[in-house]
């Protein structure tokens, strides 16, 4: 009896501990599944925030990028500010040779007449102290389109300042509001690391100690209907030509959760989670880009004036053919010399229009409908990069040919690209020291490159004193004397966008001085990836981008 009891209780008891792991069992699975589902939605989570984070760091280049073509095109403004002025005045000389003879003969050369010389002196001699010629060029030479009017001594310096701090800005900004969203998540984020570099010079691949920044250049292109910034530069051996934009390495902790590091393990993450993301902007379609209107006008412009004072010359040179009535032939003779210029500078103002329908689109205003959006890393490695193109046809694959494309950005590793971690990192950290030490003198060459550009400001009690004011009030001035053809009323056009023009690139360039001056003292070693980051990314560093992107 005592035997059977005892083996009555044994069963009861490997029943009530077979009974305890089974419910231990249900719980676990159960708990499994819900923390399962917690990290599918924590890695969306991750998904959403470092895209959006790369979206706003993008949107920095969406405001800088205008200020990089207005530092970069200053000489081309002051050039076509100058041209302005021998335009006006050769307007201004052809109207009072041809009053000499007949007076009133149309409105525009009786207003040139009646009223210009004041305008027109006040303008050009403002020119004159705004644009200093190098010596042995003058403005008949060809040599005019392309010289450094010297209106700011630093301005190649400055540029590069000025992208260096475009640059480090969106890695800022990306860093910014990424903390703020960890800080705000529910998920119990741990461990946060990030790396962000500027697309341009990850794609290098190389150190920027090898780059001429003289021969940086910041623009838009358009191919196949879709316009983006390109980044070129001299590489020491030829051009490289590169798609501006913002990469981001976003690496966390998942969540403390029951058998975490069992489920993750299982997808080869050693309980951290990794995504990448490339943001670029969408810019409007259009032929005619912001960095392109500016050369036109300045090349069409400067051919017509060197043909409009050829015109004057002639005028000057005039000899009667025959003897008698000298008078009546030298009238017709001016008469059509002014009719000559005029069609000539006609014809001017339709080719512009040909251009932009004479809207003289500032790059702020290009920028302003850009869209700063998440793109692929097909996107990013474009087939058009010849180094890509070369490092594809080492891995075996033709980028023409649709299928083989497909298979390389499918298989391509940050191993294939960069040969080794420590290049990688070093090209990060190096790119991140040159661009702070680049931003050295900033702080002191942008207020001289705005106050060099003065002559851009608006003077509203002293006309004489800019460009705008002078402009505008010639502007007004014809208007109120002189009823124009609809032929004549395009230099009217001009001369007020042109106005516009050089108005909103000083109030640009003095409003991106309040950025500058929020990041004066910035730590900029601070967007350096930490150590344990790198020890971390070592173990993706042969995987497939494509894996981080669609994780």
Not at 10 to 36: C, H, K, M, P
Not at 197 to 224: H, M, Q, T
Not at 487 to 514: A, C, H, P, T
Request: include cysteine; hydrophobic fraction near 40%.
């Amino acid at each position: 009896m005592k035997e059977h009891t005892k083996n009555i209780r044994s069963e009861n008891g490997q029943v009530i501990v077979l009974y305890a792991i089974f419910i231990l069992f249900l719980v676990v699975v159960g708990l499994s599944t819900v923390d399962l589902g917690k990290i599918v939605m924590f890695k969306t989570e991750v998904r959403q925030f470092t895209d959006q984070s790369a979206i706003a760091a993008e949107s920095v280049e969406k405001e800088t990028v205008p200020l990089l073509m207005n530092v970069q095109n200053t000489s081309s403004y002051a050039r076509l500010v100058y041209s302005t002025g021998i335009m006006l005045q050769n307007y201004n000389q052809a109207a009072a040779k041809l009053n000499q003879y007949v007076s009133n003969y149309d409105q525009l050369s009786s207003w040139f007449y009646d009223y210009g010389d004041e305008f027109v002196d006040k303008y050009k001699n403002l020119a004159d102290q705004f644009v200093t010629f190098p010596s042995g060029i003058n403005y008949e030479d060809n040599a005019f389109l392309t010289m450094d009017p010297g209106i700011f001594d630093h301005q190649e310096r400055l540029f590069k300042g000025v992208f260096s701090f475009a640059q480090l800005e969106k890695m800022i900004v990306y860093k910014e509001l990424l903390d703020k969203n960890v800080s705000m998540s529910t998920q119990g984020w741990q461990n946060s690391q990030t790396i962000f570099i500027p697309a341009a010079y990850l794609l290098k691949r190389s150190p920027l100690a090898v780059i001429d920044f003289g021969s940086l250049n910041i623009y838009c292109k358009e191919n196949s209907g879709l316009t983006t910034n390109r980044t070129s530069f001299y590489n020491g051996s030829f051009t490289e030509e590169l798609r501006s934009g913002m990469l981001c390495y976003q690496a966390v902790n998942i969540p403390d959760l029951l058998m975490n590091d069992a489920i993750v393990t299982n997808n080869g993450k050693l309980g951290k989670q990794l995504m990448v993301s490339y943001s670029g902007l969408e810019l409007q379609q259009g032929s005619n880009l912001p960095d392109e209107w500016i050369v036109e006008y300045n090349e069409k412009l400067h051919a017509k004036n060197i043909a409009a004072m050829l015109i004057i010359d002639e005028t000057d040179d005039y000899v009667n053919p025959v003897n008698g009535n000298a008078w009546g032939l030298r009238k017709n003779y001016v008469k059509a010399k002014w009719d000559e210029l005029e069609l000539l500078y006609q014809d001017l103002f339709t080719e512009l229009e040909l251009i932009d329908s004479l809207e003289m689109e500032s790059p702020h205003e290009f920028y302003n409908n850009a869209t700063p959006r998440v793109s692929s890393m097909k996107s990013f490695m474009w087939a058009e990069d010849p180094a890509y193109v070369a490092l594809a046809t080492n891995m075996g694959y033709d980028l023409s040919v649709n299928d083989e494309s497909e298979s390389f950005y499918a298989n391509v590793t940050l191993e294939d690209v960069f040969a080794d971690e420590n290049n990688f990192f070093q090209l990060i950290d190096d790119s991140i020291d040159t661009f702070d030490a680049m931003i050295t003198n900033l702080f002191t060459d942008y207020p001289d490159f705005v106050s060099s550009i003065s002559e851009y400001a608006l003077d509203d009690t002293n006309y004489e004193n800019s460009f705008p004011s002078i402009l505008n009030a010639i502007v007004g001035d014809v208007e109120s004397h002189a009823s124009l053809s609809s032929e004549n009323q395009r230099i009217v056009q001009y001369l007020g966008r042109l106005s516009s023009n050089v108005l909103r690139q000083n109030k640009e360039s003095q409003d991106f001085q309040i950025l500058i001056s929020h990041r004066n003292g910035f730590n900029y070693s601070e967007l350096k990836p930490s150590q344990e980051l790198k020890v971390y990314l070592n173990k993706f560093f042969g995987e497939s981008i494509n894996k981080w992107e669609i994780n």
